[in-house]
């Protein structure tokens, strides 16, 4: 892989700390490929155990953030007595959140690996090879009834007859399509820069962000393109869909509302003060999205203006995450090793938490817990209420991404390549 796009000197402050990040990057993904493939460290926690089948339906997480609006939230607390129910060895490391649908886990390492993943036992259902990395989650969607294949395509291509999609984007710009059961590609589109986003679905149409400053929106069905949508910079987040419009956040400082009809602007972008690579959460007429200058905001994005504006009044922070956001609270995680809870109506911090090495991961809420993945190897479980430590998980590696919660089961891979299931046992 070579780096495409390398700085030029006269390019803004903004930009160039954007690239910092994919330079950063690029460099994991060539450290995972001189890695040994046995490098497993050794759990400082019980042996895994078998885990029940489920029955998976309503209620799955067939996106990085969970659902389409980008909350990192839901309202089920898992068990207070989880144990490791199953573990899954990748070739190399993950640094992406999987995602849960259909009774399947789907997983993408640095090295271009994707693997659907049983939900029940941790077995391999398929996988396949691309000459490439990702560093995007990828993301599931039931097609729409009219993009379904006839009868007569079903059974001239049996391989193609499923019912939903996968969708994941790699670090070259390309995006691909592929059949949930078998892994088989139905389409593949290309973008003009890296694809560190995880796709959304809009009605027929995937949307996926790229460095190159656009947003696309390709066919579901075959890829077609339908039209773009440009930024002055770099994007990295996923977009964030509420009702007919999606909202980016991006290396310009702005966050853009898109129509996902006609592809064109809404209104003004509206000014965050700064670059961010952080996912826009959705509730209601608010936007929250932290920035990397050290600022989370919350934005009424009917009428266009800044609610409140949180930033810490002893230390600047950064913020690489995007926000967990519930009917109360926004949670983001900070590069100084903080976890805040700032109140969603005032802008107040509620509570603060101190983890021992810093998280890159954002946060997840799941009922009354908030869980923070850290590049110290901790699964940590907090409190909502207060934000103690109520359990933890350790290991030798490092969780660089978010958890996936589902069916009462928690999901997460880490730098080594393993990827588990918590759980209760029996269950």
Not at 40 to 66: F, H, K, M, N, Q
Not at 184 to 212: H, M, P, Y
Request: with cysteine; proline share 5%; net charge negative.
């Amino acid at each position: 892989m070579q780096l495409r796009n390398s700085l030029s000197a006269g390019q803004p402050r903004s930009s160039k700390r954007c690239h910092r990040w994919r330079l950063v990057a690029y460099a994991a993904l060539l450290l995972a490929g001189v890695a040994t493939a046995n490098n497993v460290g050794s759990l400082r926690a019980e042996d895994p155990v078998a885990g029940a089948p489920v029955t998976l339906g309503t209620g799955d997480w067939p996106l990085a953030r969970g659902d389409a609006q980008s909350s990192g939230a839901i309202s089920q607390t898992l068990p207070s007595d989880l144990s490791v129910l199953w573990e899954f060895k990748a070739n190399e490391a993950i640094e992406t959140t999987p995602v849960i649908a259909d009774g399947r886990i789907f997983a993408a390492d640095v090295m271009g690996k994707v693997y659907a993943i049983n939900f029940d036992d941790g077995k391999e259902i398929w996988s396949r090879d691309y000459d490439t990395g990702f560093l995007a989650s990828p993301s599931v969607r039931e097609l729409p009834l009219r993009a379904l294949p006839s009868s007569d395509e079903a059974s001239s291509n049996a391989d193609s007859t499923s019912g939903s999609i996968v969708v994941v984007g790699d670090v070259e710009g390309n995006l691909y399509a592929l059949d949930p059961s078998t892994g088989t590609e139905r389409w593949k589109q290309s973008t003009d820069g890296e694809i560190n986003g995880s796709a959304a679905f809009f009605d027929d149409k995937v949307l996926v962000t790229s460095q190159d400053g656009k947003l696309y929106a390709f066919a579901i069905t075959d890829g077609t393109p339908v039209w773009t949508y440009q930024t002055d910079d770099q994007i990295r987040c996923n977009p964030t869909i509420a009702g007919s419009q999606t909202f980016l956040g991006g290396c310009d400082g702005s966050l853009h509302r898109v129509d996902l009809n006609t592809g064109k602007v809404i209104g003004e972008p509206m000014p965050l003060g700064g670059p961010t690579g952080s996912t826009a959460a959705v509730v209601g007429d608010k936007a929250f999205v932290p920035i990397m200058d050290g600022a989370v905001l919350a934005l009424d994005w009917k009428a266009g203006k800044e609610l409140w504006r949180y930033e810490d009044p002893d230390r600047p922070q950064e913020y690489r995450g995007s926000a967990a956001v519930t009917d109360s609270l926004v949670i983001v995680t900070s590069r100084n090793k903080f976890v805040d809870a700032i109140s969603i109506e005032t802008g107040q911090q509620v509570w603060r938490h101190t983890l021992r090495r810093r998280s890159d991961a954002s946060p997840v809420v799941a009922g009354d817990d908030v869980w923070i993945a850290a590049t110290d190897g901790r699964l940590v479980r907090l409190s909502k209420a207060t934000g103690e430590e109520t359990w933890q998980y350790e290991i030798s590696g490092a969780f660089v991404a978010s958890p996936a919660i589902a069916h009462n089961r928690l999901i997460i891979a880490d730098d080594n390549g393993v990827i588990r299931a918590f759980g209760q046992k029996g269950q």
